[in-house]
């Protein structure tokens, strides 16, 4: 008699960082999930402290990069933080202007902006993606000294790669909800496809 097939065990939930963690990862970083020549690079502004304690971007719950991205059609189902280096499959990476964890952006330094976009063009040369994608209209003003950013396509050019610049996915950024961040997800996901067209 065939012995029946053993039922997968679930996999682990993913830890919740406690309070004193979260405390314990400001100015940590998390490791860029990137490859050569992908067809977007994910720019976020920096990771979060939820970022830092669990070391995967977009961690912290409420964030609406993750959905964004299945909805747009960028990835076949909903990832996870945890589950970030699928991406690369895809053809996405993601990688940050500013390295280092903070509880809020603002408080990086125009300074550190700087540092990293200088960081981050040495990045996009070597690494060759077809565009770029930064996730945060003042950050990427403030950081390559633009003014009167509009979301979309940018006439500038970073190393020579197309530039997009989004709404920051943050919970906290009240001014896209998912159903706009989808849709403008999905127009770059349009002009990053070659070949097999993005699932609608």
Known sequence: MAEKPKRRAPPPAPHRPTKAELLAARDKTVPDVIAPRLKVLFVGINPGLYSGAVRHHFARPGNRFWPALHKSGFTPRRLSPYDERELLKHGCGITNLVN????????????????????????????????VAVLGVGAYQAAFDYTRVRIGEQPERIGGVRVWVLPNPSGLNANYQLPELARLFRKLCSAAKSGAPCRN
């Open 100 to 131: 280092r964890t903070t509880a809020q952006a603002a408080e990086l330094t125009e300074k550190e902006l700087h540092a990293g976009a200088r960081r981050l063009t040495a990045k996009i040369r070597r690494y060759r993606p077809r565009i």
